[in-house]
């Protein structure tokens, strides 16, 4: 069974919280988190908090929503408008699992987005996490040139 468990910045520590991701103080603006390590109650930054995968890349580090990956393959890799050896792409959820963004599969003429276990396909052997969203932004930017 995967381990179910969340990360999320803290402005306040200027550190990542790895832990529970608690419900509690509704009313207040953000998210909270347990952190497993330390045990205390971070309060984090409501757009950084991203699940655990339950999957490690090449290595070994967890792989989190947000996390921007570079994809290797000794098969060819099908980003949106072209083949290629290897990838960047970004972890995400869509329809129950954990995928990346941008990847497609042309299924009847149409380019249509794989919502399978493609990250566990990949995973660990070929996915490195190179940054996140949240911290290198500026990776985005060659996420979106993979796939123009």
Request: with cysteine; charged share 30%.
């Amino acid at each position: 069974m995967r381990e179910i468990k969340f990360r999320g910045y803290s402005p306040k520590e200027g550190r990542w919280s790895y832990g529970d991701l608690l419900t509690m103080y509704a009313d207040i603006e953000g998210k909270f988190i347990s952190d497993r390590q330390d045990g205390i109650i971070y309060r984090v930054r409501a757009d950084t908090v991203g699940q655990y995968t339950g999957l490690k890349d090449k290595n070994g580090k967890e792989i989190y929503e947000g996390d921007v990956v570079k994809i290797y393959s000794p098969l060819l890799v099908m980003t949106l408008k072209k083949w290629d050896l290897e990838a960047v792409d970004v972890v995400v959820f869509k329809r129950g699992v954990f995928c990346f963004r941008n990847h497609r599969c042309p299924i009847g003429g149409e380019d249509t987005p794989i919502y399978s276990n493609l990250l566990a396909y990949r995973a660990p052997k070929y996915v490195e996490i190179i940054g996140n969203i949240y911290e290198n932004p500026e990776l985005l930017e060659e996420v979106e040139n993979e796939t123009s």
